[in-house]
């Protein structure tokens, strides 16, 4: 598929003029470094290696590939082709092909994207929490530390997870979360000037600290081992149903798709941008850094036999902390090193969405960047400090211990594993036969170095939405007939049922609904600006 990169579009003065009141990015490479700094994140790093754990490890990434070219590619081509269209971001370039049914369509996704959001920030925030306990050396110091609000004695657990838990369930942690949406919106106040010059620092140091990591994780003793297993194929597990489901929700989640990202990044680019090459090579950055890391995390971890959970939180918080201590005097610095990259990979991506949400926000209603920029962090620090809630509802640690966590497990279980899906499939079908696809592909085409067969648009049109009603039928049926339930868990817990305290069991499905549908429904139906037809 690939065909190298045109050379028409590197640069592009005088093409601001187009659309005067619509931001561009500066370069095509600024506009690739901030994809891919959006789709490299934290699932990237400690997700999928959690993941290709759980799965079987090698045998993981073939369902991984497959999901990555028969969904991801051709979304991704869907995402950034209706930018390029529609000039406009994700509901108004939906609702300029499915009338109001497809603008609602479009709000849904920024709002179930804005709490995932709400959540991923709040984990940064502890990420940022846990960084300052790695220099302050509380991670790796002899002696364990007490939580006291969990009731646990000092020397009852290893220091990171004593560390962590002490952490949320301290106040302290909301001052993290505040801190992580004010770095958030300086980066995005001036958008694609902003956001380009950040990414053009944080995209490469992301990958030298990663590289740095593989070679650390490969020169351990036995560090070797951990690549193999990864790259020792167990076929048994390909015949588990839940081997695919979780390799079609991984790939949403990685690339950022289904989140209206992507389609915003692309309206700041010129029209004749060739974005179907555009898309193979975010897809290709994001999916190449994944397995790197997968390297380091593996090499890691097993240098030091630690056996990881499948859980993003535990990789992140307790495991490969718990591999780093063992790294004697690096420990300190290593640390500090690890929840350094969790940040700089995770605020690309948190800005990202950002930018989507207010972007969808300036479109409809033309309101001022730095009114909705504030508004919309307004809205988003509320959700996010309600996930830090450190108030103990479980001292047992057998689930998740405080209200702040339980929740965010809950509403997790609905966004990603439900919300990002629902998107895809409604964002392929309203494109595929509502613009139609083949229109699309003729303007992709126009400006490509790489032409689309008919395959893409039976792709759009039939494979996609069928392979992602079966994800979302089989999450269902997981749900209602308790099928395979422990084997699907959140992105972020092992078990989201809280034990002892049912009502959010219910309520928290209840309340994603509401603020989905209603939230989406009440943006699509409020009158506003059309958009730009970018004809
Ligand atoms: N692609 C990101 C990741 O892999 C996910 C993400 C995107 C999260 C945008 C928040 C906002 O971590």
New binding site residues.
Partial sequence: MCAGSSAVDHRFPGEGAVSKARQQWKSRAGFILAASG???????IV?FSANAYKFGAGAFYLPYLIALLAVGVPVMMVEFGLGREKGTSFPLALGRIGGRAGEFAGWFAVVN?LM??MY?IAILGWAVGMWWSALAGDLWAETSVAVPAFDVPEGALPNAIASFFDLISSPRNIIFVVFVWLLNIGLVSRGTKTIEGAVKVMVPMIWLIMVGFIIQGLSQPGGVHGVFLLFTPDFSVMGDINVWHGAFAQIF????LG?G?MTAYASYLPKKSDHTTNAVVVSMM?CSFEMIAGFAVFSLLFAFTVTPKASTLSMMFFIMPAAIAELGAAAKLTGAVFFTLLLL??LS??I??IEAAVSAVIDKFKTRRVTTVLAVSLVGIAGSVMFALPMVIDGGLDSNGTLGLTILDLIDHYAFGYGLIIVGLVECLIVGWGLPVEKLRATLNSSSSIQLGRWFDIMIKFVVPAILIFVLGYSLLTDVFDVGKEATPGLYGADYVMKGFDALDVIAPVVWLVMTLGIGAALALTPGHKGADGE
């Fill in positions: 959006s789709a490299i994140g934290l699932g990237n997700f994207a995932i959001t991923y989640f990685t690339l950022s989140f990202i994001n990979a995770g991506s948190s990202s969405l």
